[in-house]
């Protein structure tokens, strides 16, 4: 730990000198914590603030060990170092903060807090001591077992190609080869491995679906979407809202995706489109390659983040003179990109693997905008509120990036900037259906938790019948069937998904704001993330001047709008 980066953010309760990472100087702050009087509501703030500040010191240990492991995954030392967290101290630490948490709800001097400033952080603290059952830790770990085998299914597929075997990752790039029958061949080879491990996975999930029931009975629920709603603190939305966005997508969206993918046939020519001519340029054009070295991504994106607004451009080139951000790839590098928040020190840090693509300048201009959000919020005093739920939190990303969509220019000229825009837009359009797809997909699942494996297939069918796109899947039936399987949300993270097409509504209207009057837009934009995660969604969503709701009736202007500017690009 750099000391002197504490200084802007002194601990006031936790000794300096207490390293995170030894609990024999844990456990007595702990202790502390649990002992002392909170019968006032001066003593209870107090008490809260000094918790939010241990709270801040572990996770940022947990960072900064998890941050160094991904930077460097052949230093053995620092993957010890991750390891002996997570494995020693986290889990000593989860039930005393339960211990910590039931004393706050028990504490009478709870109900004096004022609710202007208290609302959220007690609603959240309620609901997880009301749902927590000490029976069901236990088959939260199983559940966790189980999504290992998951993983090690998944991270085992591999196929011979070209020569070598390759990972169904590494497959993914021949979607863009310009050759048809490689594009073919390179598809059947992954959906034909991901099939081999069908049954596989098919059992791992029936016995998620099992523990998940139970996990809600033993917490009261009917079922495990109730619970999980909660235990996800959706308290601003519920199962009907998500149907109104299933309606609003199968309505709006759908219809127009399908009529940009009917136009990527006519232009490829090809008749009709299969699953693996969705990726490739529909002008057989090799990948747009924006930048070749990650200093001239950082560089460029700093001058688009100056253009937006002087003030965001110039937190980025302080992240950038603070090194907090490692963007090119090397080797002994973690795969994929985050970013992410030092609690104690609030300050963020962005981690990609940049090889030069386009999805590179899109990643980079999401990840700053999770960056600004976390600086926007830092001297907020309560860690609780200096994060928020992702439904809010992908709308600072996601809008970054629609925010950064008129000033593309700065990477690209001619044909290529219309091909970047096209790209970004086409993105939206597609990600819609799955999202709505995947979604729907869960809240049958366990709402109908007694399902058989064939009834299961039927309803995913009839999904992708609803959602899906103009492709023909004739011949691959079975691939098509079992295509949910590679979504790892459904076996990581059930129910979780819905956030990002949520946030996506969220993002599309502020760009439309932005295009109306871009000063207010932007001084919206930063007020609503200076609130970090202290007011209820729908608040924090008014403050950025867009409306909390998913209905076809705010859609449907958003995705005009998108068509619109789609056809200035032809
Ligand atoms: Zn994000």
Not at 37 to 66: F, H, K, N, Y
Not at 290 to 298: D, G, N, Q, V
Not at 409 to 429: M, N, P, S, T, W
Request: net charge negative; proline share 5%.
């Amino acid at each position: 730990m750099n000391v002197d980066m504490r200084k802007d953010y002194p601990r006031k309760f936790v000794p300096p000198d207490a390293d995170m990472g030894d609990w024999n100087r844990i456990e007595p702050i702990f202790d502390d914590l649990e002992r002392r009087p909170i019968d006032t509501v001066a003593q209870l703030e107090q008490w809260l603030l000094d918790g939010s500040e241990l709270a801040a010191c572990l996770e940022e240990e947990s960072t900064m060990r998890d941050v160094a492991s991904t930077r460097h995954t052949d230093d053995e030392e620092a993957e010890r170092a991750y390891l002996h967290f997570i494995e020693q101290i986290e889990p000593k630490c989860r039930p005393r903060w339960h211990k910590l948490r039931q004393r706050y709800v028990a504490s009478s001097a709870r109900k004096e807090l004022p609710t202007s400033r208290y609302a959220v952080y007690d609603r959240s603290t309620t609901t997880a001591v009301e749902i927590f059952r000490s029976e069901n830790v236990p088959l939260q770990t199983e559940d966790k077992k189980l999504y290992q085998q998951y993983q090690k299914l998944c991270g085992a597929m591999t196929v011979e190609y070209d020569g070598r075997e390759q990972t169904l990752q590494q497959m993914a790039r021949y979607q863009q080869e310009p050759d048809r029958a490689i594009r073919q061949g390179t598809w059947e080879l992954v959906v034909n491995r991901r099939l081999t491990d069908r049954d596989e996975l098919d059992d791992i999930f029936d016995k998620m679906m099992d523990l998940r029931a139970k996990i809600a009975a033993n917490a009261g629920f009917d079922n495990f979407r109730d619970y999980q709603f909660k235990a996800y603190e959706r308290f601003d939305y519920t199962p009907a809202d998500c149907f109104a966005f299933h309606d609003a997508v199968e309505n709006v969206v759908v219809p127009a995706r399908r009529a940009v993918q009917d136009r990527r046939r006519k232009t490829l020519a090809v008749d009709p489109l299969r699953p693996w001519d969705l990726r490739v340029d529909p002008h057989n054009r090799p990948p747009l390659r924006p930048f070749e070295k990650a200093a001239t991504l950082s560089e460029k994106c700093s001058a688009i983040f100056h253009r937006i607004d002087p003030a965001l451009g110039e937190q980025f080139d302080e992240m950038v003179r603070a090194d907090w951000l490692d963007l090119e790839s090397r080797k002994g590098k973690a795969p994929g990109g985050y970013q992410a928040t030092f609690d104690e020190t609030r300050h963020p840090f962005i981690f990609m693997n940049a090889v030069g693509l386009h999805g590179d300048v899109e990643m980079l201009l999401h990840e700053a905008g999770h960056a600004f959000h976390c600086i926007a919020c830092r001297d907020e005093p309560l860690l609780a509120y200096r994060h928020c739920g992702m439904e809010m939190a992908e709308v600072a990303s996601m809008g970054m990036e629609l925010l950064a969509y008129e000033h593309l220019d700065v990477f690209y000229r001619g044909d290529d900037l219309g091909r970047a825009r096209r790209e970004q837009l086409e993105g939206i359009l597609n990600i819609f259906p799955w999202i709505a797809t995947i979604d729907a997909y869960q809240h049958w699942l366990y709402t109908n938790p007694t399902h058989t494996r064939e009834q299961r297939t039927q309803q995913w069918s009839s999904l992708l019948e609803r959602f899906g796109g103009v492709e023909d899947w004739t011949g691959y039936e079975q691939a098509r069937r079992a295509q949910w399987q590679r979504q790892l949300h459904l076996y990581n993270c059930p129910f979780y998904y819905i956030e990002y097409g949520i946030a996506q509504i969220g993002a599309l209207q502020l760009w439309q704001n932005a295009r109306q009057d871009k000063a207010n837009a932007l001084r919206q934009y930063r007020e609503a993330l200076s609130l970090g995660g202290a007011r209820p969604l729908p608040e924090l969503w008014a403050a950025a001047g867009v409306k909390f709701d998913f209905s076809r009736a705010t859609l449907r202007p958003l995705i005009d709008a998108l068509l619109a500017e789609l056809k200035t690009l032809d």
